[in-house]
Each structure stands twice: as C-alpha cells, then as structure tokens.
C-alpha cells in the first residue's frame, strides 16, 4: 500500500499551487532523501520524480545524476541512464557507484539486444568501464564481481570464475557472489565444483531459499537424491511460495519413485507460477500416466506443450496419453509432431510403428 500512496503523494506536492511553492523550498539534498527513500521501498516511480527535481536544481551534483541513472535502470530507460551516468562520472572521475551502474546498464543493453555484434559490443563497455573502476577502486569486490558477470554473458567462463575468486578475496563471505561462481563452474562443465560453490553460497546465507534450490537441482543432478530432496523441502520450508524449488522438489521425488509426492510439490509450483514452467506439467504429466490415470496426464501435457511447443519430448508424452485414452489419431499426431521435431526420437519412431501395425 505504501508504494501506491508515494507516487500519488509526489504528484500531488507536484500539482497544486500550494504544493508546488512547498516544492520549490525542497533543496537538492531533501530530493536526494526523497529519491533514496522511494527507490529503497521499491517506488521506482516516485523516485524518479524525485531525483528528476534534484538534476533540475543542482544538474552538477553526480549523487544526483547517479541517483537518476540509478532509478532509470529500474525503470528500463537504459540509455538515458547512460548518458546520466556518464556525466555523474565527468563530474567525479572517483564516484565508484556511477561506475558499477553504468557497467550494468550496458550489461542490460547488451541483454536487451539481438544482435550479436551489437550485444558484445555493449558487454566490451562494460568491461571498459569496470577497468576505469578497478583503478578507481581496485580492491572493491563488486567491480570484480559485475566483471565476472558480463565475462560470463561473454561466454569466457574462465575469466569469469577468476574474476569471481577475487571478488571472493576481498569479500569471502558474500553469498551472491558465491553463486555467481556456482553458475560460472557449471556453464564450464565442472558439476563437483559448482556444487561446492552453492554448499558454501548456502553455508553464508542459510535462509536464503534460492540458493538451497540450485543447490538441491544439482545435487540431483549428480544422482544425490536423498540429499536433493533434503535440501529443496528446506528451502520450501523457508519459503512457502518459491516456485522455483517446489518444481524441483517434484522432479526430485519423481525420480525417486515417489509419484504422489511429485503431484503435491509440481501442483503447487504451477499454481504459484502458472505460465514459468512447462516443464512442471510436463513431469506432472508423466507422474499422473505412472499413476494410472491417462485422463490428468493429457491435461497436463496439453498444457506442457502449449507452453514449449518445439519440444518433442513433451510431444511424445502428450501421444502417449492420448494413446492410452484411445484417441489414436491424436497419438498419431504428436508422434509425428515430435518427429517433425526430432527427427531422431527413437520412443517416438517405435510408436508411431506401433501405431501402423
């Protein structure tokens, strides 16, 4: 309720007459405050409002133009935080905050982008950016941290990891970027590594669910099931409403045997996130046809494949149920649509023979 009432109290003081001679006495300091206060609450908008009025009274202060660059970051509007940050930096080449927000804005510039060329060449300015900022600041483990991030949207996932050690160097107990290490190992193949980063990323935020969840996916990965399941109803436990973790809790059960359990905790991932994870109706689909019950099983996967419909796995399953349920031309057409798909599926070759004896 809070956030709705701030913009409306911004425009307001913005508004009427009263209002506005109330704002012009507000210095720049006093809309820095306001900007502070807004954007810690998550009122992006009240915030820009705010730091907008700070440019206008005092366009030479860099907290100011960080602090809309900042919020304008929040708010998608990526290149006019540019060029804002950008000055904040002309102003004050040792403002190490406008430094590390400029980098992510090219960071998300690059994201936004379709094209290769024009993504690496957002991700080469940061980089050019976090290199003014080592020198800057060379023993600030967030310049180190942001590096290892864009190195890793680079694809140069050893770089990123020794980009990542040294922010862990100089900040050994920070959690994030423990993980961020986590991702870098396993984007490079090295699982055991990855699971040690996230064991110690868990071990220095313990009520931290989502790291507990990427930690319990892999450790199912590595066939660790009972230490998987272990690890996500904890993390279900600490949050009731992490989709995330009760998707994998299910699909960890469903290895396991436990099809009844895979229902509850894939049922309850899909009514937190509905249209997040194809893949829980997929699984959802495959429990219920163990189960018997063909019926829920095409419900389900009907709803897979309307969320991933280049899938042929989900394809294949969703033929299947229908084949059970009698309904031979529907299993015929998704036999043939995994096929169109994976040319090479063999469970879906077979029954698509099975189909034409």
Do not use: C
Request: net charge neutral; glycine share 6%.
């Amino acid at each position: 309720m809070r956030n709705r009432i701030v913009p409306l109290l911004l425009t307001l003081l913005l508004g009427a007459g009263f209002a506005q001679q109330e704002a012009k006495d507000l210095t720049p300091e006093a809309w820095m405050l306001l900007g502070n206060q807004y954007y810690a609450e998550g009122a992006y908008d009240a915030s820009f409002i705010a730091y907008k009025q700070a440019v206008k009274k005092a366009p030479n202060d860099p907290r100011a133009l960080y602090g809309l660059g900042r919020v304008q970051l929040k708010l998608g509007l990526l290149n006019p935080a540019v060029e804002n940050l950008k000055r904040a930096i002309a102003l004050d080449a040792k403002y190490l905050p406008a430094y590390l927000a400029l980098a992510r804005a090219h960071l998300e510039l690059a994201d936004e982008s379709e094209d290769p060329a024009l993504k690496k060449v957002q991700l080469s300015k940061a980089l050019s950016v976090l290199a003014d900022a080592k020198r800057v600041a060379p023993e600030d483990a967030a310049v180190y941290n942001l590096e290892g991030v864009v190195r890793e949207a680079l694809g140069e996932h050893e770089r990123a990891i020794a980009a990542f050690k040294k922010a862990l160097e100089l900040d050994p107990k920070n959690a994030r970027i423990r993980y961020n290490l986590a991702l870098a190992y396993l984007a490079s193949g090295k699982l055991d590594e990855a699971v040690a980063a996230l064991e110690e990323a868990v071990k220095a935020a313990p009520e931290e669910p989502y790291y507990r969840a990427r930690l319990g996916a892999l450790l199912a990965v590595k066939g660790d099931l009972d230490r998987a399941e272990e690890v996500l109803a904890e993390a279900v436990r600490l949050d009731p409403k992490n989709s995330l973790a009760w998707d994998y809790l299910g699909q960890v059960r469903l290895k396991k045997g436990d099809s009844a359990g895979a229902i509850a905790a894939l049922k309850k991932a899909v009514e937190l996130a509905p249209l997040a994870y194809p893949e829980a109706y997929f699984y959802l689909g495959q429990a219920h046809l163990e189960r018997g019950d063909a019926k829920a099983a095409r419900f389900y996967l009907t709803k897979a494949v309307v969320l991933a419909s280049r899938n042929a796995d989900y394809r294949y399953w969703l033929g299947l149920a229908n084949e059970k349920l009698g309904d031979l031309e529907g299993a015929r057409a998704q036999y043939q649509e995994a096929l169109k798909l994976d040319p090479e599926h063999k469970k879906a070759k077979e029954a698509l023979a099975r189909l034409e004896q």
